[in-house]
């Protein structure tokens, strides 16, 4: 009987011995505990949010906003023949010059209009040098070389003219040329046809 409460008294005492040797559980770090008890979002602190670059996608109002943002346009518009010849007249104070069109033009120097895409200039008769300004465009370029052509006759006709007046007249004259840019083609018989060769390259290059 003494043996067999020995026996019980070992074994309860091996029992006591192994709970005293287990491990309490870990408790979670404070730093964790206190964000997944509640569920709230981690915060991000403000340094990092700002160091982050900025991937928002713009919004429909911001493309449209954008989208009607006016684009420079860099090209200047051409002038017609017509606006052209104004500008000259105004340049050189012929205000009262007969202006010319293309039939005009093909009665005095001999244009066949059917070469003819757009003309201009006008006369003025005014002292011994009159102001004589003549400006074409030709269809294609077989048209042009033909209205040069005419021009250049017009043009020796007159230089030709010029030596029966002073020699100041015929060395105006001799200044005179014909310009041929693509299919355009102008003479200008004029003591200012350098001032009106200089505003006509302005729009004709």
């Known amino acids: ?15 006591l011995s192994g ?5 309490e559980p870990k408790k979670a770090p404070e730093s964790i505990s206190r964000n997944e008890e509640t569920k709230e979002p981690a ?5 990092d ?6 991937t928002q996608t713009p919004s429909v109002e911001e493309k449209s906003d954008k989208a009607d943002e006016p684009v420079s ?3 200047t518009p051409g002038k017609t023949l017509t606006e052209i010849k104004s500008i000259i007249m ?5 205000s009262g010059a007969v202006e010319m069109d293309a039939e005009a033009m093909s009665s005095i120097y001999g244009f066949d209009t059917a070469h003819i895409a757009e003309a201009a200039g006008f006369v003025l008769m005014e002292g011994t040098f009159p102001h004589e300004v003549i400006m074409v465009k030709g269809k294609d370029a077989s048209c042009a070389s033909a209205l ?10 007159f230089v030709e003219q010029s030596k029966g007046y002073d020699p100041e007249n015929y060395a105006l004259a001799q200044k005179c040329k014909v310009e041929k840019n693509g299919n355009y083609v102008a003479l200008f018989l004029s003591p200012d ?4 060769k200089s505003v006509y390259e302005k729009y004709i290059k």
């Open 193 to 196: 046809c350098e001032q009106i």
């Open 19 to 23: 709970c005293s040797d287990k491990e």
């Open 49 to 54: 949010a700002d160091a982050k670059p900025d």
């Open 90 to 94: 105004a340049s050189i104070g012929a």
């Open 148 to 157: 040069e052509s005419l021009l250049k006759v017009k043009l020796e006709s």
């Open 73 to 75: 346009d860099k090209t």
């Open 1 to 15: 009987m003494k043996r067999l409460s020995l026996i019980m008294i070992l074994a309860l005492a091996f029992a």
């Open 43 to 47: 915060k991000i602190d403000k340094d």
